[in-house]
């Protein structure tokens, strides 16, 4: 069975600033790890994904995540912000069984907002 | 592009009736899902579906069946709605090999 838990419902930065939203997952085994955006009054978009291999991965719009084994977590990160930035960001885990079924087990979301 | 539609984009039903929610995708993928969200909460998958002909229980299906006429739609339906199913409904759909799903706009079902 997974698990995945985004410890903040809200945060709030100014534009500009650097951000990193919180994603941490259990499982033993192999993990798919997966970011989604969702704007207001949308369905979600896909930003990013983790295997295997590198362990930071880039997105779009100036997204990376990086995963960590030892802290179980895969952790979402923007320099920069920019006001289109602010929307709901989902974590996505998929692993052993519901990998096979291409099943995805989504986070409770965090709102980001970002203040002028 | 990928694309996935859904109608209605809103509806309100009577508790005790029945109402179907359509999805259409032109993406020529072979799995498609149906979650719902509720406010302040994450997406719980519904139902979804590897073939066409065929569908498989997801996490919360208890209230909804699902029908894949086609490769390309995949409903969902309510055969007595209830209060509780007051939420959005969102599709999706990946082609085999990946897992990047692609959603439709949602439709939000108010249930009176």
């Known amino acids: 069975t997974q698990t995945v838990s985004q410890s903040d419902a809200h945060v709030t930065v100014f534009e500009g600033d650097s951000v990193e939203l919180r994603c941490n997952y259990s499982?033993?085994?192999?993990?798919?790890l997966s970011w989604y955006i969702q704007h207001h009054g949308h369905g979600l978009q896909f930003l990013l994904k983790y295997y295997s291999g590198n362990p930071v991965v880039q997105g779009v719009n100036g997204f990376e995540a990086e995963f960590s084994k030892s802290d179980s977590s895969f952790h979402l990160r923007k320099a920069s912000v920019h006001w289109s930035d602010s929307a709901v960001y989902f974590c996505a885990v998929s692993g052993g069984l519901n990998y096979n079924q291409g099943k995805l087990i989504f986070g409770q979301g965090t709102k980001l907002s970002i203040k002028p | 592009e990928a694309a996935v539609t859904q109608s209605p984009r809103s509806k309100v039903a009577v508790t005790g009736g029945k109402v179907t929610l359509s999805c259409h995708q032109t993406?020529?993928?072979?799995?498609m899902y149906w979650y719902r969200q509720d406010t302040g909460h994450g997406l719980r998958l519904i139902h979804y579906s590897y073939v066409a002909d065929s569908t498989e229980k997801g996490d919360i299906p208890d209230g909804y069946k699902a029908s894949r006429p086609s490769q390309e739609n995949f409903s969902l339906i309510l055969e007595l709605a209830s209060l509780s199913q007051t939420a959005v409904y969102f599709c999706a759909s990946t082609g085999g090999g990946s897992y990047e799903q692609y959603f439709g706009p949602g439709t939000r079902l108010t249930v009176l």
């Open positions: 499982y033993g085994g192999s993990i798919y």
């Open positions: 993406n020529n993928h072979d799995y």
